[in-house]
């Protein structure tokens, strides 16, 4: 079955650090790979996607991820955090349709909350 | 252009009564998604509908959950006879054909 594991539940940076934060999904066929931030109060919002094509993919507000097949890895990336980033990160991924799945069945990490010390 | 619009956006209900949970999508998506989020977990799909359609219902549980998305009006997700264990956030989704999803606000239900 497909799973999406994200490696930290929390994270907590100072202004102006870099953030990686790790996700690895199983699945061996063709994959589409999201990240959503969920902002403390608000709906799920896509910060970036990768369907094919270039491995690293930019994202809004200077988010950035990439995606190493070899390693079933789309790790999120910035290079210098703000105290408004301060929100929860999923990473979700998306069967291809060849899969049988169903169009919009995102399998979802359970989630990095992050927390940005001004 | 609005969003996913969800509403209530707070239900609580005792054990035993129904809960009725209503999403209305991004004008021009014909696809909705139902997600249940419990504490200190991810999202957890449900079930995918087109209008009067159910695609794909894989992820509801067996009894007590229905989802509709009629022709006319919002998409309603219903949980007949609520236990303590459904409380959760639920989250809609809608989207085109092909296209990333956009989330509502969701519904904490509470049952207390």
């Known amino acids: 079955a497909q799973s999406v594991s994200q490696h930290n539940h929390h994270v907590i940076l100072s202004e102006a650090a870099s953030l990686e934060l790790g996700c690895n999904y199983s699945?061996?066929?063709?994959?589409?790979l999201f990240w959503y931030v969920q902002y403390p109060g608000q709906h799920l919002q896509l910060l970036l996607k990768?369907?094919?094509?270039?491995?690293l993919v930019k994202g809004i507000k200077g988010f950035e991820a990439e995606f190493i097949k070899s390693k079933f890895s789309f790790n999120l990336r910035k290079p210098s955090v703000q105290w408004s980033d301060t929100a929860e990160y999923f990473c979700a991924v998306k069967g291809g349709l060849d899969y049988g799945g169903s169009q919009g069945n995102l399998i979802f990490g359970k989630g990095t909350k992050l927390s940005v010390k001004p | 252009n609005a969003g996913v619009m969800q509403n209530p956006r707070h239900l609580v209900r005792r054990r035993g009564q129904e809960a009725r949970l209503r999403c209305s999508p991004m004008k021009g998506h014909s696809h909705v998604y139902w997600y249940r989020q419990l504490p200190e977990e991810g999202l957890k799909f449900m079930v995918y509908l087109q209008k009067e359609n159910i695609i794909d219902e894989s992820g509801m549980p067996k009894e007590r959950f229905s989802a509709e998305f009629p022709k006319e009006g919002p998409s309603i997700l219903r949980i007949q006879q609520v236990v303590r264990g459904d409380s959760a956030a639920y989250f809609c989704?809608?989207?085109?054909?092909?296209?990333?999803?956009?989330f509502g606000n969701g519904t904490r239900l509470t049952v207390t």
């Open positions: 699945y061996g066929g063709t994959v589409n």
């Open positions: 989704a809608s989207s085109r054909q092909g296209t990333p999803l956009h």
């Open positions: 990768y369907f094919s094509g270039d491995p």
